[in-house]
């Protein structure tokens, strides 16, 4: 069964910057798009950001311009490099395929305080 582990998180400043990581035991990983997701409490899990085996990415409105998502095909890994962020961008982040076929992983925490 293919695993996700989540890496990454912390507590930030408002305008500070992290970087979390995906590692997949996934061994097919490069022909997915992939996503990273996030989950606040009692709300619904958001998709945030995407990008394909070749590369395109795609983001939510709520990110776009300073979240980058990247991958490593060759080490089954996904990055997001986020930056500029903001309170509302604190709840747990999540990596799966994108249509989430995967199990899910523990996602990791990110706390951005005022």
């Known amino acids: 069964q293919v695993q996700v582990v989540e890496s990454g998180g912390g507590l930030v400043q408002a305008g500070g910057s992290l970087r979390l990581s995906c590692a997949s035991s996934?061994?097919?990983?490069?022909?997915?798009?992939m996503g990273w997701y996030r989950q606040t409490p009692g709300e619904q899990r958001e998709l945030v950001a995407t990008?394909?085996?070749?590369?395109?990415?795609n983001y939510a409105d709520s990110v776009k311009g300073r979240f980058t998502i990247s991958r490593n095909n060759a080490k089954k890994t996904m990055f997001l490099q986020m930056n500029s962020l903001k309170p509302e961008d604190t709840a747990v982040y999540y990596c799966?395929?994108?249509?989430?076929?995967?199990?899910w992983g523990q996602g990791t925490q990110v706390t951005v305080s005022a």
């Open positions: 799966n395929t994108n249509g989430h076929t995967w199990p």
């Open positions: 996934a061994g097919y990983f490069s022909v997915f798009t």
């Open positions: 990008i394909t085996s070749g590369g395109l990415t």
